[in-house]
């Protein structure tokens, strides 16, 4: 028989225990207006609707566009972010907060844990990423914005699956680079690419059939990257 100490340990211990194994539930808030700055000046004002991601009601981060489901453990989201605009030489309490459009999420609905996938070469300002299963199409831009490339990544893979140039953006500028959204046909799988002021052009993409990673820690790391 247990004493009565004992059994007050254990019912100390009980709530614990289920609160360690209560589910994390991913949602999505409501969808809200914003401001940002767009341009290489950042001077043209333009509305930006963003909504939180939430993990058991509690804001996680906040995101742009709709979501792509990779698999049913698995979706990916654009990032939404706020920078302080303020200077170094004006007072620390005016801040100033502007909205940009960011990278991209991995969300495992299974233990809520969220990573920014690192695209080789994606700009978030001018590159139009389309979604098919696990890859994903652009048109990157180097860092100096004097070359564009067709761009496929795969989620998984450091390497991208595919790297073409396409040559110098139109007229120079970087505003003249972006491409419409690359187009997806399956069967055998192939990318059609529609960069501004140049003519189509079409791959074909190898499928790797790459197994996502499976993530046990069930802790939220913004930091980490594939």
Same mark, same amino acid.
């Given at each position: ?11 100390? &211990?009980?709530? !614990? ?20 700055? !767009? ?28 979501? #792509? ?13 706020? &920078? ?15 909205? #940009? ?11 809520? #844990? ?38 496929? !990544? ?11 140039? &396409? ?60």
């Amino acid at each position: 028989m247990k004493s009565p100490r004992t059994l007050l340990l254990l019912l100390c &211990l009980f709530p !614990a225990a289920s609160a360690a194994t209560k589910p994390k539930v991913v949602t999505f808030g409501r969808w809200m207006p914003v401001k940002y700055y !767009a341009g290489p000046d950042e001077t043209t004002a333009l509305e930006l609707k963003i909504r939180p991601l939430l993990v058991n009601n509690e804001i996680k981060e906040y995101t742009i566009g709709e979501s #792509h489901e990779v698999s049913e453990r698995i979706f990916v989201v654009r990032q939404a972010s706020r &920078l302080n605009d303020a200077l170094p030489d004006e007072p620390k309490a005016t801040a100033r907060w502007r909205w #940009h459009p960011g990278g991209w999420l991995m969300v495992d609905r299974s233990t809520a #844990h969220i990573t920014k996938l690192s695209l080789p070469n994606y700009d978030a300002f001018y590159s139009n990423a389309s979604w098919y299963r696990d890859l994903v199409a652009y048109c990157g831009i180097s860092d100096n914005g004097t070359r564009l490339y067709a761009m496929v !990544a795969q989620i998984g893979r450091r390497k991208a699956v595919l790297q073409k140039a &396409l040559g110098a953006p139109a007229g120079g500028d970087l505003p003249d680079s972006e491409c419409g959204e690359p187009q997806w046909q399956r069967q055998p799988t192939r990318v059609t690419f529609a960069p501004n002021g140049k003519d189509k052009v079409s791959f074909s993409i190898r499928s790797f059939a790459e197994e996502i990673p499976v993530d046990n820690s069930g802790d939220d790391d913004p930091g980490a990257s594939k």
